[in-house]
């Protein structure tokens, strides 16, 4: 079975520090990448994706960057974290070939930029 | 674009009770369509989704959703909550080839009174 995994599931640095979030995914190949971020009280906001290695895609334009080095590894990063960074990040992975749509989420990172 | 509207940011209903949550959503061709549940500080899980077919789709923990393509609506619906059904609900609607986004409502907040 499938699973996929974030880490850390917390952190807190301070603004203008640099942000290096990893996410994994275990048994299946090719698959689709996304990047997500709920602030509080709010709903899914889509970052980045990607249908591949070094493909990526970016939905919103901000201090965030995305990198797919290996076929099953995300990595979200920031050079200088903002206030407006804080938030909650999760990490999602669809069947790239069976492009059916759904998504499966991985548990979350917590970030707070102080 | 596709959008999705949940017009009920939050409800409360007593255990046992029925549960209708609202979702409209904004598509030109036949959607794909979800519903996801996301507990305090946790993932988001997929509760059940609509491709094509049987309007009416059976999800896991007892949800079932019934596509309208006439009002556009996508309801979620459980004849007997539990406590354990208190959770943030998320409808969301394919976008794209083959629907590579999702389009996300900003979610419903379900509170279980004992």
């Known amino acids: 079975s499938q699973t996929i995994h974030q880490w850390p599931a917390t952190l807190v640095q301070p603004v203008g520090s640099p942000l290096s979030l990893e996410c994994t995914v275990e048994g299946t190949s090719n698959p689709n990448l996304y990047w997500y971020r709920q602030a509080a009280g709010r709903g899914l906001q889509l970052l980045f994706y990607s249908v591949g290695i070094g493909q990526i895609s970016s939905e919103v334009p901000q201090n965030l960057s995305a990198s797919r080095p290996q076929d099953r590894q995300f990595i979200l990063s920031s050079k200088k974290l903002l206030l407006s960074d804080s938030g909650f990040y999760l990490c999602a992975w669809s069947p790239g070939a069976y492009l059916r749509g759904e998504q499966y989420f991985g548990p979350g990172t917590r970030l707070t930029v102080t | 674009a596709q959008s999705v509207t949940q017009p009920d940011i939050h409800i409360t209903v007593s255990e046992g009770a029925s549960l209708e949550l609202r979702c409209n959503y904004s598509?030109?061709?036949?959607?794909?369509l979800f519903w996801y549940v996301q507990s305090p500080g946790q993932g988001l899980q997929l509760l059940l989704k609509?491709?094509?077919?049987?309007?009416l789709v059976q999800g896991i923990k007892g949800f079932e959703a019934e596509f309208k393509r006439s009002q556009s609506s996508f309801n979620l619906r459980k004849p007997s909550v539990h406590w354990s059904d208190a959770a943030e609900y998320f409808c969301?609607?394919?976008?794209?080839?083959?629907?590579?986004?999702?389009?996300f409502g900003q979610g419903t907040r379900l509170t279980i009174n004992p």
């Open positions: 609509y491709f094509s077919g049987d309007t």
């Open positions: 598509y030109g061709a036949t959607p794909y």
């Open positions: 969301a609607v394919g976008e794209g080839q083959g629907a590579q986004k999702l389009v």
